[in-house]
């Protein structure tokens, strides 16, 4: 605290006047996501193809849950399924969370699993538009999106290393997960 009694900002937390796509990606970056920024999807395709090929990840199992997105990553020699034991987890998001850095999912995502169940290795596809400030808002987004019933199994995927020990009510019984972010700008 400073000697007007208010709580001081570390230098390495992001400005509050930052804009809020900037404030995500420091505060990803922060929790060890790593983070690759696209402008359109033959940029996404390459990451995806650069990502497989740091990681020697072609013609390994992934655990996908979203017909469509496995249907826009087929063509890298991936065995796509519903197996837990995969190389690597490939997702979406509901909401990018910028206050924490953290990706809002939901049963959309997980559908019942829990976050501990998941590949450590995981590959998220988002959109610049998903970025809110607070988790309050993604909710929010959650409720406006799913008329039809709010999803269950709603969490943040925040811990993208061992150091990171916070736990708060939306990570309970998360696990460090080596994450990475392929995110399309779209506005």
Partial sequence: ???????????????????VDERFTQNFILNGGKFLYVVNVDE????????????DWYEKDVLCLDDNLSDSFKGYNLNF??????TFFLTTCESL?????????????????????LPVNIIVYATTSQIVNTIGEGLRVIKNNHKEG??????TIKHFEEA??????????????????LLLEDL
């Fill in 81 to 86: 399924c519903t197996n837990i034991q995969s």
């Fill in 44 to 55: 996404v395709h390459s990451s995806f193809d650069n990502i497989l090929l740091e990681n």
């Fill in 164 to 181: 990171h020990e916070e736990k708060d009510f939306m990570t309970y019984g998360s696990s460090a997960k080596n994450l990475y972010l």
């Fill in 1 to 19: 605290m400073d000697k007007g009694g208010e709580m001081e900002r570390s230098k390495y937390m992001p400005d509050l006047d930052t804009p």
């Fill in 97 to 117: 969370v910028a206050d924490n850095g953290s990706l809002l999912v939901c049963s959309k995502q997980l559908k019942e699993m829990k976050l501990q169940e």
């Fill in 150 to 155: 709010i999803p269950t199994n709603i969490t």
